[in-house]
């Protein structure tokens, strides 16, 4: 199957945009990008039962793309904690202490990892008699006043049939991004981002903190198919939450197999540490949204727990998907004949002569062509749009995986020509130009100034002594709390909830590295 060319562009009825705002919550990518021989990895913005509980070790989204302003360089994407509330303190989004945060890297098309680039983070406290993130306005990431930080390590892990060759540290106590409380707090938060981006040995670059959440839908598809209201459409419902990212700009030569075989397939994974010291896939992702709406109700705790070499046993979901007989029943746009082979061949090979490996075994990953250049002009379709550069070639932050993901499912590459979509076409915010490339977290102070206060005012001009942590100084206690409680609104307890015996079964193999 080659590149399909053809206009991006495209008219829409009011029932082309309600079938795909209808498949952007999720339903459109499933059918698209699910699973096969080999294949697993999940779009995760609490998609399955358990790892709905413990957003810390919840994948989000995954994106891998040639770097537009380096292209001897890939940039991975890999996404935490979805539904990130800005405002949502005293306890601030963290990753967890107790997690490995793992890229894998296929390099030769096997549906098994060569690499393995995996992140482990520390938390510190400066001072446990206040319940604040941050004492004061904060200039620099190792400010006093930023009370609670993060620093991780990075091992590189290589293998050859699942067996550990070596393990190298690549970097060590590197410092994380906080999350952006609010501009009182962090007056010049870009300035913290970059001191955030670190250099690594090789040629590579890292970066792990709060962003924006780049992936736009409308989400409202599981209020009953939209509920047969057809004027709300076009909602990102994603906008303004963010999630904690981690970025990893690697040379292309260190992750391909060769320059004769440029194409990687690519997946992100989370282990969670038991209590007795054994890590257990809990959380995998890939290709988009795929746990969301492929896998039924039944599979979605097991898909999560899988590997990409086991997953013929999710092969039907792919061959033979819910979403386009939903379409059908609901909109009356007939569904394509099944088995639909046509998801296989693109989805999980890769397409003939654009990323797909030789000797290929099929399997969910986000497969990328290193070789490909990156193109000045994105077309947010990609490769049906002509744009080989694009998804599914790999994702980049401003492909529309929703748009694209949907036509195909409901039969573009097999004659049902179509121009389906959710009617959010893009981000709400612009990505950066350079790397970590994703946009800034949205601020905790994102409404109106209280009356009486001005823009830019110190916050310990009126606050004063009040911002002591308790107990440090008499006076101001009732104060304190008043000021400092309002704007900590938030709750995290349901980060508490465990992920059970579910990966009792994966405990060996991830004991082996």
Request: aromatic share 8%; with cysteine.
């Amino acid at each position: 199957m080659t590149p399909i060319s053809r206009s991006g562009a495209g008219r829409r009825t009011l029932v082309t945009l309600v079938c795909g705002a209808l498949a952007a919550g999720g339903l459109a990518a499933a059918g698209a990008t699910a699973l096969a021989p080999g294949a697993a990895s999940a779009s995760s913005h609490r998609e399955a039962p358990l790892i709905s509980g413990t957003p810390q070790y919840d994948n989000t989204d995954v994106y891998a793309f040639v770097s537009p302003d380096k292209p001897d360089t890939t940039t991975i994407v890999a996404n935490w904690i979805p539904f990130e509330e800005p405002a949502g303190g005293p306890n601030f989004y963290t990753f967890a202490d107790d997690a490995q945060y793992d890229i894998h890297i296929d390099n030769n098309g096997d549906a098994q990892g060569e690499l393995i680039y995996r992140y482990t983070f520390k938390t510190h406290r400066k001072n446990g008699n206040t319940f604040l993130y941050n004492t004061g306005p904060v200039t620099s990431l190792d400010d006093p006043d930023l009370n609670i930080t993060q620093t991780y390590d990075i091992d590189l892990l290589r293998l050859h049939n699942q067996r550990l060759v070596s393990k190298t540290k690549v970097a060590d106590d590197v410092p994380v991004a906080p999350s952006n409380v609010g501009k009182a707090s962090m007056p010049d938060y870009a300035k913290l981002r970059h001191h955030a981006i670190s250099k690594l040995a090789g040629g590579s670059t890292t970066f792990a903190g709060q962003a924006d959440d780049p992936f736009f839908l409308d989400l409202r598809v599981f209020d009953l198919l939209y509920g047969g209201n057809l004027t709300e459409v076009g909602r990102d419902t994603l906008k303004g939450y963010n999630v904690n990212s981690i970025a990893l700009q690697v040379p292309n030569d260190m992750i391909r197999e060769s320059e004769g075989q440029p194409i990687v397939g690519i997946w992100s994974t989370t282990q969670r540490r038991d209590a007795r010291g054994h890590y257990s896939q809990v959380s995998r992702l890939g290709m988009p949204l795929v746990n969301e709406v492929v896998n039924p109700q039944k599979d979605k705790d097991k898909f999560n727990a899988s590997a990409p070499w086991e997953d013929a046993q999710f092969l039907k979901n792919v061959t033979n998907p819910e979403l386009p007989k939903l379409i059908e029943g609901i909109y009356k746009i007939k569904a394509p004949a099944e088995p639909r082979n046509d998801l296989v061949d693109v989805f999980l090979k890769g397409v003939k002569g654009l990323n797909q490996p030789p000797n290929v075994r099929p399997a969910e990953e986000l497969r990328l062509n290193t070789s490909i250049k990156p193109t000045m002009h994105p077309k947010r379709l990609g490769v049906l749009d002509g744009d080989n550069a694009g998804f599914p070639n790999g994702r980049r932050l401003t492909d529309d995986v929703i748009d694209a993901s949907l036509q195909v499912v409901e039969g573009e590459l097999v004659g049902s020509k179509n121009d389906l979509g959710d009617a959010v076409d893009k981000n709400d915010k612009g990505f950066e130009k350079s790397f970590p490339y994703v946009a800034e977290p949205t601020s905790g102070s994102r409404g109106a100034l209280a009356k009486g206060t001005t823009s830019g005012t110190d916050v310990r001009s009126q606050l004063g002594d009040a911002l002591q942590p308790a107990g440090a100084g008499s006076g101001g206690g009732t104060d304190t709390v008043l000021v400092a409680g309002s704007a900590a609104a938030g709750a995290a307890g349901i980060l508490l909830i465990g992920s059970g015996l579910l990966w009792w079964r994966r405990r060996m193999y991830n004991r082996a590295y």
